[in-house]
């Protein structure tokens, strides 16, 4: 089993950047592809990126592509959403995912962090 735990949430400006950060412990090993999810009060979670075990291979929603950039540091176990230019409607609860699978759709995905709350005011 995989335990996942996300950091780096917070307050912040439109306009401002955020860092986030997922720590996989267990048993974890690099093969793992993993992903960022994020879902607001009152609407289903929502695909936000991607990466593949050895991050060679990216993939962003149409919402945040060149906003937001997604990484691994697989001696570490961690991945990280780097995230500019935030607006508004990027406010919610973000979760980290992994899964011997690839993709946009949740149910790829085996394991899941408890989020890290994401507020951006305008």
């Known amino acids: 089993q995989v335990q996942l735990v996300e950091s780096g949430g917070g307050l912040v400006q439109a306009g401002g950047s955020l860092r986030l950060s997922c720590v996989a412990s267990?048993?974890?090993?690099?093969?793992?592809?993993m992903a960022w999810f994020r879902q607001a009060p009152g609407k289903e979670r929502e695909f936000v990126a991607a990466?593949?075990?050895?991050?060679?291979?990216?993939y962003y929603a149409d919402s945040v592509k060149g906003r937001f950039t997604i990484s691994r540091d697989n001696v570490e176990n961690t991945m990280y959403l780097q995230m500019n230019s935030l607006k508004s409607e990027d406010t919610a609860v973000y979760y980290c995912?992994?899964?011997?699978?690839?993709?946009?759709?949740?149910?790829?995905?085996?394991?899941w962090g408890q989020g890290t709350q994401v507020t951006v005011s305008s």
């Open positions: 995912a992994v899964g011997l699978h690839y993709g946009a759709t949740p149910g790829l995905y085996d394991y």
């Open positions: 267990g048993r974890t090993r690099s093969s793992y592809a």
């Open positions: 990466i593949n075990r050895n991050g060679g291979s990216t």
